[in-house]
T-cell receptor, first 113, second 113 residues
Framework: ETGVTQTPRHLVMGMTNKKSLKCEQHLGHNAMYWYKQSAKKPLELMFVYNFKEQTENNSVPSRFSPECPNSSHLFLHLHTLQPEDSALYLC????????????FGPGTRLTVL | GENVEQHPSTLSVQEGDSAVIKCTYSDSASNYFPWYKQELGKRPQLIIDIRSNVGEKKDQRIAVTLNKTAKHFSLHITETQPEDSAVYFCAASASGSARQLTFGSGTQLTVLP
């Protein structure tokens, strides 16, 4: 599959569960991003990785833990989430710089019970 | 940091009419302004972008204008079609800055047949 892929597409978890979201990009990009999209809110940037190094963490609670083993893969590890964390989590990638076009994955619809 | 405001939040037009969505930004250093379209249940996709060295850019029925002095930019869609119905997001960022893309809150465009 080309472009940016995300798995799973849907996830329901309890507040005590531990789960992980996966993102993979097949575009040869060097930057990857996690966004949170809640209803009627702007896209919220969570984390940024450039060449596998985390370059930005927008005051995200520690119950969200990102991992970037290489430039093609990005994970978001989830534990002890709250119901208000229910949202669409989007992954994106870009060539490198902040003014490069970002390409989004289809997202993971997360529901926390 | 950067603040991007987008108006209107909802917009309904008759098929064939034009639609205009406006965004303002706060950081005068911003120099990259993309627009994304997100259809229901799908990922955001870039439809057009503009950089600060030009005032207007056009791609078929879509155009974007930028006024750096007033710090606002607009998306213009002419001859609207039902398939234009979606949520549109504007964004802004500055190269060489610690900040990433900042998104507007989105505009739900509905094209009525």
């Amino acid at each position: 599959e080309t472009g940016v892929t995300q798995t799973p597409r849907h996830l329901v978890m309890g507040m005590t569960n531990k789960k992980s979201l996966k993102c993979e990009q097949h575009l040869g990009h060097n930057a990857m991003y996690w966004y949170k999209q809640s209803a009627k809110k702007p896209l919220e940037l969570m984390f940024v990785y450039n060449f596998k190094e985390q370059t930005e963490n927008n005051s995200v609670p520690s119950r969200f833990s990102p991992e970037c083993p290489n430039s093609s893969h990005l994970f978001l590890h989830l534990h002890t989430l709250q119901p208000e964390d229910s949202a669409l989590y989007l992954c994106a990638s870009s060539q490198q710089s902040r003014t490069d076009t970002q390409y989004f994955g289809p997202g993971t619809r997360l529901t926390v019970l | 940091g950067e603040n991007v405001e987008q108006h209107p939040s909802t917009l309904s037009v008759q098929e064939g009419d034009s639609a205009v969505i406006k965004c303002t930004y706060s950081d005068s250093a911003s120099n990259y302004f993309p627009w994304y379209k997100q259809e229901l249940g799908k990922r955001p996709q870039l439809i057009i972008d503009i950089r600060s060295n030009v005032g207007e850019k056009k791609d078929q029925r879509i155009a974007v204008t930028l006024n750096k002095t007033a710090k606002h930019f607009s998306l213009h869609i002419t001859e609207t079609q039902p398939e234009d119905s979606a949520v549109y997001f504007c964004a802004a960022s500055a190269s060489g800055s610690a900040r990433q893309l900042t998104f507007g809150s989105g505009t739900q465009l509905t094209v009525l047949p």
